[in-house]
């Protein structure tokens, strides 16, 4: 149920009878309690096109809402701003509708076929903090597409495909031995080899030769290289396996296999005049950038934008996507800003594909700092995510005692849910200060926080016996406005989607669940002399507020505890 979008097509219509020409009806949430639920502020707008008194405009649509049902009270204040209040009545009817799985979130009427983009790391690298921003952010927007309806599919774009497997060959060559045994420890492989490569011209000179010589196809080489990639991609499924992460082999679409088309790319982009050649280098560009953006070097070779527009082809025209998303860092900006744009003019994504670049900002260290290792390395991930979930085992064995499996299950719910959670609840486009205590807290928006909030519930329900319903009747005003919350979701989760903004939803989950524990004080649900009635709408909005908490974690990839 979307009542906002309900009460934008009121407005809609009651224009329409007014006969006055507004294009964009969008109200808003109140920006005060006292001020009721929601606001429309575009009379003042339409009283300047129509050189007419706004708070006389104001005045006119109010008394058109006023034959409306859905609302309690409606008031026109200051210059012609209109305030909105919920009529109770319609909120207790529309309550039984969120005790289902979805609580009561609609599928889209026009589901569209979606490739999100994410994770895709750097094989033979250590997979960095800035590729689990990626995975965690990433995985929460396909999640939120895909239970709005749409057809997503969860591409992997990883790197395996550079110069640094030059590299990796020389030294294994080398270094002859076990394959297995070397790349036991991938990271510390690559060090050891960019160390000698760093140091040794003639190594250097070797590991370009074997580039050249993979690059042409040579069996040998590939076979050492494909050993790598493996090796380097059970390091990630490990990650994504802890993390619960939906990514697997099926998913990964590397850029390797977009070799074969690279030539045409650069062919097609050429006969068609948006790439032309500069020192030798084939190029595209741009009136507000002094780079451009480079296809084809001077030497011949492909680079990383050849890939991309390859894969934008792939992705547009075989499979069929209607919006791509790219979960990267923000310091690619550029580069895909000049790719979708070098994609539009050849013709390879038309105007009605949307290619986005979901952006997030670094992560830092308490002090501001780019997020490492006490001795300056790179924090290996899965190191990260024991930690936390240790980190959890400790703060909830001090509130309470667990057998050692229940321990084990708890901790590792809450550890990853903490990490995940923290990561989503800030404004993505923000650098993220990674902090252990308050990811960790009981107190605040974080994913204990929500979790304890859902088993508190859980714990109700089950005292009070076999969930029986009823009627809801909404007592005071604590009441109406959780039940109007807890029917928002589809509302928050509609402009997630548009946005394509994790934090959406964790500013609505932390509302929503800080509401329920100011209800749940003020009124009590279980205690002796409760009526039975009141007992049982109260039973209703707990379990309809379970729903909506159970609903918005799932899709934040973070799974509730029934017991804490
Ligand atoms: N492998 C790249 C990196 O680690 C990210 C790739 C993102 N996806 C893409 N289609 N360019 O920086």
């Not at 502020?41 to 034959?67: C, T």
């Not at 493996?230 to 850029?255: A, F, I, P, R, W």
């Not at 547009?316 to 003019?345: I, N, P, S």
């Not at 379990?543 to 973070?558: E, M, Y």
């Amino acid at each position: 149920m979307q009542i906002k979008s309900q009460i934008n097509t009121i407005l809609q219509n009651i224009f329409k009878e007014l006969e006055i020409e507004a294009p964009n009806v969008a109200i808003s949430d109140a920006t005060k309690v006292e001020f009721g639920d929601y606001q429309y502020n575009g009379a003042m707008a339409l009283a300047k096109a129509l050189k007419k008194n706004p708070r006389e405009i104001a005045q006119n649509i109010a008394s058109e809402l006023e034959k409306e049902k859905l609302f309690s009270k409606i008031e026109v204040a200051g210059p012609g701003f209109i305030n909105l209040t919920i009529n109770k009545e319609f909120l207790e009817q529309e309550l039984a509708s969120v005790l289902d799985s979805r609580a009561g979130v609609k599928q889209k009427d026009n589901p569209i076929k979606v490739v999100v983009d994410y994770s895709s790391p750097n094989m033979a690298k250590q997979m960095h903090v800035g590729h689990l921003r990626s995975t965690i952010i990433g995985d929460t927007i396909a999640n939120l597409f895909e239970f709005l309806g749409d057809e997503v599919i969860r591409q992997n774009h990883i790197g395996d495909w550079g110069t640094q497997f030059g590299m990796l060959i020389a030294y294994f060559e080398e270094n002859q031995a076990n394959i297995d045994a070397k790349l036991s420890d991938l990271e510390e492989f690559y060090k050891a080899a960019k160390k000698r490569f760093d140091e040794s011209d003639e190594f250097a000179d070797k590991s370009r030769e074997y580039v050249v010589k993979l690059q042409g196809g040579d069996e040998g080489c590939l076979r050492l290289w494909s050993a790598f990639i493996e090796k380097s991609l059970e390091h990630c499924q490990e990650v994504y396996d802890t993390l619960g992460v939906k990514l697997d082999k099926s998913n990964v679409k590397s850029e390797s296999s977009y070799n074969s088309d690279l030539a045409n790319i650069v062919t097609m982009l050429e006969e068609k005049g948006v790439a032309q050649e500069s020192q030798g280098a084939k190029c595209i560009f741009f009136e507000d950038s002094q780079n451009p953006l480079i296809i084809q070097k001077s030497d011949g070779g492909y680079l990383y934008a050849t890939t991309d527009l390859a894969a934008i082809k792939y992705r547009v025209q075989e499979l069929g996507a209607k919006r791509v998303c790219y979960v990267v860092d923000a310091r690619q900006a550029e580069h895909f800003k000049q790719v979708f744009e070098a994609a539009r003019r050849a013709g390879i994504a038309s105007s009605d594909v949307l290619l986005e670049h979901i952006a997030f900002g670094m992560m830092l260290d308490k002090s501001g700092r780019p997020f490492k290792t006490r001795d300056g390395g790179t924090v290996k991930l899965i190191d990260l995510i024991n930690e936390a979930v240790n980190r959890a085992k400790e703060v909830i064995s001090r509130a309470n005692e667990y057998d050692e499996a229940e321990l084990e299950h708890i901790a590792k719910v809450i550890g990853i849910g903490s990490l995940k959670y923290a990561d989503l609840s800030i404004n993505r486009t923000s650098n993220y200060i990674f902090n252990w205590d308050k990811m960790l807290s009981l107190d605040g928006n974080t994913a204990l926080y929500m979790q304890y909030a859902y088993a508190r519930i859980n714990s109700i329900l089950t005292k009070a016996g076999e969930f029986v319903g009823g009627k809801v009747v909404l007592n005071d005003e604590l009441e109406r406005r959780l039940a109007l919350k807890v029917l928002s979701l589809e509302d928050t989760l509609q402009k997630a989607y548009k946005e394509a903004m994790p934090h959406i939803i964790t500013t609505y989950l932390y509302e929503l669940a800080t509401l329920f524990m100011r209800f749940y004080e003020q009124n009590p649900i279980l205690k002796d002399g409760v009526d039975e009635d009141i007992k049982k709408s109260r039973l209703i909005l707990a379990k309809a507020t379970a729903n909506a908490i159970k609903v918005g974690l799932n899709i934040l990839g973070i799974e509730v505890l029934e017991r804490i």
